[in-house]
Nanobody, 120 residues
């Protein structure tokens, strides 16, 4: 199965923006989800956003209207790139962000995570 790999994290000031990328490489099963999760220190991992293989999107209430998940228009059976555009960031968005590839809607493949820190 395909494996996801995240990139694009970093330090950003409150109110700023950041775009994360998730590169999914390998044999990509249809149907699937690709999901962004995040985990803040001392907290449980939480779902942030979902995009289906049919490009239907869904968001957690805490990020709706601020975050946008999208898929690169250049996609193949062995390579998809999914983005998470994050705007109006607050310190509460500080976390390690993980991408998960969910073939047949089972989220069993995870990236290594990328740190996002929102601080002045």
């Amino acid at each position: 199965h395909a494996q996801p790999a995240e990139s694009g994290g970093g330090l950003v000031q409150p109110g700023g923006s950041l775009r994360l990328s998730c590169s999914v490489s390998g044999n990509i099963f249809i149907p699937n989800f690709i999901r962004w999760y995040r985990q803040a220190p001392g907290k449980q991992r939480e779902l942030v956003a979902t995009i289906t293989s049919g490009d239907v999107t869904d968001y957690d209430d805490s990020t709706k209207g601020r975050f946008t998940i999208s898929r690169d228009s250049v996609k193949t059976a062995v390579q998809n790139t999914v983005y998470l555009q994050m705007n109006s960031l607050t310190p509460d968005d500080t976390a390690v962000y993980y991408c998960s590839y969910c073939p047949g809607f089972n989220c069993t493949y995870w990236g290594q995570g990328t740190q996002v820190t929102v601080s002045s």
